[in-house]
């Protein structure tokens, strides 16, 4: 992700247009924009499921953070078993040096 430059990019979520600005890559905005565009579709999906666009936004937005949230708590638990697995070679390594 480019951090240097601002870029402007116009998206579309939703069937609305959006100028977008930011310092990320053009390429990484679109792709953000794509998919909370494809989470808003996901919960308006079927021809009679038609709702507000705000009660949309505020589902997708929440299924989004629970994504983020899952992630997170799944990171947390690799980088707690990774301590632990160090730890005890960590152990390992001592004790066999100390005999």
């Known amino acids: 992700?480019?951090?240097?430059?601002?870029?402007?990019?116009q998206v579309t979520i939703y069937g609305k247009s959006?100028?977008?600005?930011g310092k990320a890559d053009s390429s990484y905005i679109s792709g953000v924009a794509n998919y909370?565009?494809?989470?808003?579709?996901?919960?308006?999906?079927?021809?009679?499921?038609t709702q507000a666009e705000g009660k949309v936004a505020i589902l997708a937005?929440?299924?989004?953070?629970?994504?983020?949230?899952s992630a997170r708590q799944e990171k947390d638990k690799i980088e707690n078993?990774?301590?632990?697995?160090?730890q005890a070679l960590t152990e390992l390594i001592d004790e066999t040096l100390s005999t």
């Open 36 to 49: 909370v565009d494809m989470k808003m579709r996901e919960i308006d999906d079927g021809p009679n499921t």
């Open 61 to 69: 937005g929440m299924n989004i953070t629970d994504e983020l949230f």
């Open 1 to 9: 992700m480019n951090t240097t430059d601002n870029n402007t990019v």
């Open 18 to 21: 959006y100028t977008i600005k």
């Open 81 to 86: 078993q990774f301590e632990e697995r160090v």
